[in-house]
């Protein structure tokens, strides 16, 4: 008999209401999330079971003008339209992610970039509720970062430096630095080099729990950002 494996949850949002700084820089600080994926897999990034939610009181204002990927509108209706994914009130979506992973006994929640992803959604529900709610998860709740995790288990490497130096994936600090965004890390694990992220949630979670199960293939230490530090 196989040995039950744990189950984690892989969340990717995505979001409107960035706020343009004097500089011209996007500040993300106060996003508002108006598409949600979270997903049930395990250390393999085997799927159990995934849910997908459309914010309604986001998606249908006039903040999804400042949705970052505001051209992708016709394609979530499109989804919609075929019952794909739900659009329901935020409030009813925080308590059906809350159900979700306590069904599945989740021991952590695994985003890529998950200080983003927890701070849009805590951004979201305290706007909402008028911060009668203002923690999207429960206290105690472990969130693990994929990003911080590539940084270890993946920049790291001697193939993955050379591999973004050929293809022109480097930073662009003082000392450049290899690029660890979900796009190019799919890229290197994948070896397809033509892939493009399509930034929706569901899409995306399909791409990181891929890179979260690479780097627990590689027996490093996971990182992790608590929630009362979001």
Known sequence: MSKQRDKFGMLDTETANGIIEADGKLNLRYSLVYDIA???????????????????????????????????????IEAINRGDIEVLPFKEIYFRVREFLKLYKVKAVIAHNAHFDVNALNNTLRYLTGSANRFFFPYGLEVWDTMEMAQDVIATKRKYLQFCLENGYMTKHKTPRPRVTAEVLYRFISGDNT???????????????????YCVKQHKKMHRSLLDKN
């Open 38 to 76: 979270v997903g049930i897999i395990d250390n393999r990034g085997r799927v159990y079971d995934c849910r997908r939610y459309i914010c309604d009181e986001i998606f249908h204002s006039p903040l999804m003008v400042s949705a970052y990927y505001a051209n992708k509108i016709p394609q979530y």
């Open 195 to 213: 892939f493009v992220e399509k930034h929706t949630g569901f899409d995306d979670i399909m791409i990181e729990k891929e890179i979260f199960a």
